[in-house]
């Protein structure tokens, strides 16, 4: 299986100190790549600098063979990737129907396309179905990363980039995350990058983990292999 | 967060070069009046009305740039406050023409007007400041059609004034008039904003919770900057209506206002050189444009050429300065922590 | 009794003119959350432009579309030259900008067309008919009922129902999200300040034929009329702008008809005074988080 998306010395940073460097990972079509570590590892700012959020002051990214430096943001969708950053982003004046709508509208910018018919996000997300109509800031944490989850899936992607979206949720809700997202990878070769610090979830869905450890690659590994090795849990992860 | 600056003893030598550092100001105004006397003396006489023009604009740019530099709070209202001046010493001359109490009187009342709208203003920040000034530069003017008898409505009222003393001619004695006023104010701007005033002020522009926190009261700050600023305005306004010896709603439009704040922001935000930069700008623009606009023979020119020159070079300012406002901001901070 | 009739729809023909206007802050404060303190001269310089086109071509008609378009032109090219590099660290560099820019305007019209006043005669008579033996309406202030009803359903239909008007509201709530999803973010806030400059616009061309005639420095008491309506109902609500221009629109005519026209002015800087004072967020204004 080919790599979807090629990452080799990415550095990037916000001023003069880099926070990332030397980053070099790789996600395959159909693959759900954990990103683990410490607070302040530099996993969010890996996701913002591959979706163009933060320029990179080195490295290359490729997606599919395409080199991505100095796209810019607006136009990573259209490559395939969608990016739901940490916090979620959900925007609280929007109504649950127009939020996903949002997600599908460059769909329209090619001539003779549809936007995505949005009934397939909702049979994902039942919960959202009944609450088309209300606006972001009346729905519960749960509801909200679903509905963040499902504007990203609107947006028809092949790569997701997942920033911990088990981050204030109870475990029932997380627990349900994480199956969805191995359904979709199951379905329709969904690729995920998942940032979280929810190490356990994470890796009982992953195939493969990366811990970050003070912006440098500490660790590259089969998940499962990942989850037995204590060592490396105690070094990096805290436990 | 800003930290107070914390009282320290001090060396001999440092109070003593604290010492000479309070006289600064007033040396500076001393030579100041020296150079000023001098060049009435040798310049002819449309040049001593410019330098008194000079004078008479530096009085309220000064109070500006305290206000807005310093402060924080921008007012597009102070060509009213001028008008406020201007006409209290004008239906004063007619009255009594005794210039200096009518002066002072012009002062007092602007001072009172400045304080209303510090009172209101304390409370608004950013573009809702600048909309109630705003209001204010627009409205005010109508006042003397509203009260037609006492202020004649547009035709304005004519300012009686003595002939100088002696065989001085006018526009000298009309230079030294401003000139003394614009000292004046320079100097006691100047004790005002080196001392616990000026930290306040700028403590309050900077980090408003901080200085709260401190224990500077924010909107006493705030009002009483307004009112100097309004004061050195009234002052501002009676020496023009010396200089032009007439008021007129049509003398303080509202792009007079909009000149005071493009004048101190090009001279230099919240320092008193800045402010003399910009009075110089004010008076040494609009002539520049005025030549340009005769020798091209069109009337249209005349004064709307020295407004466009002024906005582009306003806006060229502004968008070359990275920081916007704040860059042009002379500030002595202790290093602050970012957090 | 019929004088007061007679106000009542004066003031609220008056008033749906300041709607118009403050719709156009309140558009760009949504956007950008900026004041354009430059919208009124923006409008004043169309309203030249139309009526230059409309006494060269001796139909109005056209002279109203050129404004509106050139508010359109005017917006886009204020947001993509100047506004844009505005630094944003405090609201007051974008307040001096546009001031700056007033300042531009107002002198290159100055300087074009001179500081006369020029006759800006109405495209329909001024002249109020008869209602039930009342005089109460004329048909310029239907005139103006209906182009400011049109913009604001056009607008309130592009909001809602389309794709662009969606991207725009997301582009301005929430603009790196917005960019995650596909959103020209940049390019929406341009369409912002072109709409809204050529809602301006459209009341600048209503409000002319009312005033003594074109000048400079005609629209300044428009801008500050409809701020003091942008802020009484909220600068972020448009429901608010409508509602309070309606409202200043009814308290000027009031004052001007019983207390005199040269109070008007001073009504307006007291209610703002007391809006400001009082109840800062408006009539329909809330401050919120805008995502989570």
Same mark, same amino acid.
């Given at each position: 299986?080919?790599?979807?998306?090629?990452?080799?010395?990415?550095?990037?940073?916000?001023?003069?100190?880099?926070?990332?460097?030397?980053?070099?990972?790789?996600?395959?079509?159909?693959?759900?790549?954990?990103? @683990?570590?410490?607070?302040?590892?530099?996993?969010?700012? @890996?996701?913002?600098?591959?979706?163009?959020?933060?320029?990179?002051?080195?490295?290359?990214?490729?997606?599919?063979?395409?080199?991505?430096? &100095?796209?810019?943001?607006?136009?990573?969708?259209?490559?395939?990737?969608?990016?739901?950053?940490?916090?979620?982003?959900?925007?609280?004046?929007?109504?649950?129907?127009? +939020?996903?709508?949002?997600?599908?509208?460059?769909?329209?910018?090619?001539?003779?396309?549809?936007?995505?018919?949005?009934?397939?996000?909702?049979?994902?997300?039942?919960?959202?179905?009944?609450?088309? +109509?209300? @606006?972001?800031?009346?729905?519960?944490?749960?509801?909200?990363?679903?509905?963040?989850?499902?504007?990203?899936?609107?947006?028809?992607?092949?790569?997701?980039?997942?920033?911990?979206?088990?981050?204030?949720?109870?475990?029932?809700?997380?627990?349900?995350?994480?199956?969805?997202?191995?359904?979709?990878?199951?379905?329709? &070769?969904?690729?995920?990058?998942?940032?979280?610090?929810?190490?356990?979830?994470?890796?009982?869905?992953?195939?493969?983990?990366?811990?970050? +450890? @003070?912006?440098?690659?500490?660790?590259?590994?089969?998940?499962?292999?990942?989850?037995?090795?204590?060592?490396?849990?105690?070094?990096?992860? &805290?436990? | 967060?800003?930290?107070?600056?914390?009282?320290?003893?001090?060396?001999?030598?440092?109070?003593?070069?604290?010492?000479?550092?309070?006289?600064?100001?007033?040396?500076?105004? %001393?030579?100041?009046?020296?150079?000023?006397?001098?060049? %009435?003396?040798?310049?002819?006489?449309?040049?001593?009305?410019?330098?008194?023009?000079?004078?008479?604009?530096?009085?309220?740019?000064?109070?500006? %740039?305290?206000?807005?530099?310093?402060?924080?709070?921008?007012?597009?209202?102070?060509?009213?406050?001028?008008? %406020?001046?201007?006409?209290?010493?004008?239906?004063?001359?007619?009255?009594?023409?005794?210039?200096?109490?009518?002066?002072?009187?012009?002062?007092?009342?602007?001072?009172?007007?400045?304080?209303?709208?510090?009172?209101?203003?304390?409370?608004?920040?950013?573009?809702?400041?600048?909309?109630?000034?705003?209001?204010? /530069?627009?409205?005010?003017?109508?006042?003397?059609?509203?009260?037609?008898?006492?202020?004649?409505?547009?035709?304005?009222?004519?300012?009686?004034?003595?002939?100088?003393?002696?065989?001085?001619?006018?526009?000298?004695?009309?230079?030294?008039?401003?000139?003394?006023?614009?000292?004046?104010?320079?100097?006691?701007?100047?004790?005002?904003?080196?001392?616990?005033?000026?930290?306040?002020?700028?403590?309050?522009?900077?980090?408003?919770?901080?200085?709260?926190?401190?224990?500077?009261?924010?909107?006493?700050?705030?009002?009483?900057?307004?009112?100097?600023?309004?004061?050195?305005?009234?002052?501002?306004?009676? $020496?023009?209506?010396?200089?032009?010896?007439?008021?007129?709603?049509?003398?303080?439009?509202?792009?007079?206002?909009?000149?005071?704040?493009?004048?101190?922001?090009?001279?230099?935000?919240?320092?008193?050189?800045?402010?003399?930069?910009?009075?110089? $700008?004010?008076?040494?623009?609009?002539?520049?444009?005025?030549?340009? /606009?005769?020798?091209?023979?069109?009337?249209?020119?005349?004064?709307?050429? /020295?407004?466009?020159?002024?906005?582009?070079?306003?806006? $060229?300012?502004?968008?070359?300065?990275?920081?916007?406002?704040?860059?042009?901001?002379?500030?002595?901070?202790?290093?602050?922590?970012?957090? | 009794?019929?004088?007061?009739?007679?106000?009542?729809?004066?003031?609220?023909?008056?008033?749906?003119?300041?709607?118009?206007?403050?719709?156009?802050?309140?558009?760009?404060?949504?956007?950008?959350?900026?004041?354009?303190?430059?919208?009124?001269?923006?409008?004043?310089?169309?309203?030249?432009?139309?009526?230059?086109?409309?006494?060269?071509?001796?139909?109005?008609?056209?002279?109203?579309?050129?404004?509106?378009?050139?508010?359109?032109?005017?917006?886009?090219?204020?947001?993509?030259?100047?506004?844009?590099?505005?630094?944003?660290?405090?609201?007051?560099?974008?307040?001096?900008?546009?001031?700056?820019?007033?300042?531009?305007?107002?002198? =290159?019209?100055?300087?074009?067309?001179?500081?006369?006043?020029?006759?800006?005669?109405?495209?329909?008579?001024?002249?109020?008919?008869?209602? !039930?033996?009342?005089? #109460?309406?004329?048909?310029?202030?239907?005139?103006?009922?209906? *182009? =400011?009803?049109? =913009?604001?359903?056009? #607008?309130?239909?592009?909001?809602?129902?389309?794709?662009?008007?969606?991207?725009?509201?997301?582009?301005?709530?929430?603009?790196?999200?917005?960019?995650?999803?596909?959103?020209?973010?940049?390019?929406?806030?341009?369409? !912002?300040?072109?709409?809204?400059?050529?809602?301006?616009?459209? *009341?600048?061309?209503?409000?002319?034929?009312?005033?003594?005639?074109?000048?400079?420095?005609?629209?300044?008491?428009?801008?500050?009329?409809?701020?003091?309506?942008?802020?009484?109902?909220?600068?972020?609500?448009?429901?608010?702008?409508?509602?309070?221009?309606?409202?200043?629109?009814?308290?000027?005519?009031? =004052?001007?008809?019983?207390?005199?026209?040269?109070?008007?002015?001073?009504?307006?800087?007291?209610?703002?005074?007391?809006?400001?004072?009082?109840?800062?967020?408006? #009539?329909?204004?809330?401050?919120?988080?805008?995502?989570?």
């Amino acid at each position: 299986m080919t790599d979807l998306l090629e990452v080799d010395g990415l550095t990037a940073g916000y001023g003069a100190a880099p926070v990332l460097h030397d980053v070099a990972l790789t996600v395959g079509a159909g693959r759900i790549v954990a990103v @683990l570590g410490a607070n302040g590892a530099g996993k969010t700012t @890996l996701l913002r600098t591959l979706s163009g959020l933060l320029p990179a002051t080195s490295g290359r990214v490729t997606f599919d063979g395409v080199d991505l430096r &100095g796209v810019q943001v607006e136009r990573m969708v259209r490559h395939g990737i969608a990016h739901v950053p940490e916090g979620r982003g959900v925007v609280t004046e929007l109504t649950v129907a127009e +939020n996903l709508r949002l997600g599908s509208l460059w769909r329209k910018r090619k001539p003779g396309s549809k936007a995505t018919d949005l009934d397939e996000i909702y049979d994902l997300f039942p919960a959202l179905a009944g609450r088309k +109509n209300h @606006l972001g800031h009346q729905l519960s944490g749960g509801e909200r990363q679903m509905l963040a989850i499902g504007r990203a899936l609107a947006a028809k992607p092949r790569l997701l980039l997942l920033d911990e979206p088990s981050l204030g949720l109870a475990p029932k809700i997380t627990a349900q995350i994480m199956g969805l997202l191995r359904d979709l990878r199951d379905r329709t &070769g969904l690729a995920v990058l998942l940032v979280e610090q929810n190490v356990r979830g994470a890796l009982s869905v992953a195939d493969e983990g990366i811990v970050l +450890n @003070l912006g440098r690659v500490a660790a590259r590994e089969r998940a499962d292999k990942l989850a037995a090795d204590t060592d490396l849990r105690h070094a990096y992860l &805290g436990f | 967060m800003t930290i107070v600056e914390p009282v320290t003893t001090k060396t001999k030598n440092q109070q003593k070069s604290l010492r000479i550092a309070k006289l600064v100001p007033l040396l500076v105004v %001393t030579a100041g009046a020296i150079i000023v006397v001098v060049l %009435t003396y040798t310049l002819p006489p449309f040049r001593n009305y410019q330098l008194a023009t000079i004078g008479a604009y530096l009085c309220v740019t000064a109070g500006l %740039t305290v206000l807005t530099g310093l402060n924080g709070q921008l007012s597009l209202g102070h060509g009213a406050l001028m008008a %406020t001046g201007a006409y209290t010493l004008a239906i004063w001359q007619n009255k009594f023409d005794l210039l200096l109490p009518g002066i002072v009187l012009a002062v007092l009342v602007t001072t009172v007007a400045g304080a209303v709208i510090g009172l209101a203003a304390a409370r608004l920040r950013g573009p809702y400041l600048a909309g109630l000034t705003l209001a204010v /530069a627009v409205v005010v003017p109508s006042i003397t059609s509203t009260f037609d008898r006492t202020f004649n409505s547009d035709q304005g009222l004519s300012v009686a004034l003595e002939p100088p003393p002696g065989t001085i001619p006018v526009e000298q004695w009309q230079a030294w008039i401003c000139w003394a006023g614009a000292l004046l104010t320079v100097l006691v701007l100047a004790y005002l904003v080196g001392g616990r005033f000026g930290r306040d002020l700028r403590a309050v522009r900077d980090d408003e919770t901080a200085a709260k926190l401190a224990g500077v009261g924010v909107a006493r700050t705030q009002i009483m900057a307004f009112v100097v600023s309004a004061a050195c305005a009234g002052l501002s306004g009676a $020496l023009f209506a010396v200089l032009s010896q007439s008021v007129s709603p049509g003398a303080f439009p509202l792009s007079l206002s909009l000149f005071l704040v493009m004048a101190i922001v090009i001279g230099g935000l919240g320092r008193l050189t800045g402010a003399l930069i910009g009075a110089v $700008l004010l008076v040494v623009l609009p002539s520049a444009a005025q030549s340009i /606009a005769e020798k091209a023979g069109s009337q249209h020119l005349e004064g709307n050429l /020295a407004l466009t020159f002024f906005g582009v070079v306003l806006v $060229l300012v502004m968008l070359a300065a990275p920081g916007g406002l704040a860059s042009w901001k002379a500030r002595r901070k202790l290093p602050t922590q970012k957090g | 009794m019929d004088r007061f009739l007679y106000l009542t729809f004066d003031g609220l023909s008056r008033g749906a003119v300041y709607s118009a206007f403050a719709l156009a802050l309140v558009l760009i404060w949504r956007a950008a959350r900026i004041v354009n303190f430059a919208q009124g001269a923006m409008a004043v310089a169309t309203a030249y432009a139309g009526y230059s086109v409309a006494d060269a071509t001796g139909s109005y008609w056209l002279g109203f579309v050129v404004a509106i378009t050139g508010g359109l032109v005017l917006g886009a090219v204020v947001e993509r030259v100047v506004m844009r590099f505005v630094d944003r660290s405090s609201p007051l560099n974008g307040v001096v900008v546009a001031l700056g820019l007033v300042l531009i305007i107002q002198g =290159v019209l100055g300087m074009i067309y001179g500081n006369e006043y020029r006759p800006a005669p109405a495209p329909f008579s001024r002249d109020a008919f008869e209602i !039930g033996g009342v005089a #109460l309406l004329s048909r310029y202030d239907l005139f103006v009922f209906a *182009a =400011v009803g049109a =913009v604001v359903v056009l #607008l309130t239909l592009l909001f809602t129902r389309t794709s662009t008007g969606l991207r725009m509201r997301a582009a301005a709530f929430a603009p790196d999200v917005s960019r995650l999803l596909g959103v020209p973010v940049g390019g929406m806030l341009t369409l !912002g300040w072109a709409l809204a400059a050529a809602v301006g616009s459209l *009341a600048g061309m209503l409000v002319v034929p009312t005033e003594l005639g074109l000048h400079p420095n005609a629209m300044d008491l428009l801008f500050i009329s409809a701020f003091t309506a942008a802020v009484l109902g909220g600068l972020d609500s448009p429901v608010g702008a409508v509602a309070g221009g309606l409202l200043v629109g009814l308290l000027l005519a009031y =004052v001007g008809g019983y207390l005199g026209a040269t109070v008007a002015p001073m009504a307006v800087l007291i209610l703002l005074v007391v809006v400001l004072l009082g109840r800062p967020d408006g #009539l329909f204004g809330k401050a919120k988080a805008r995502t989570a």
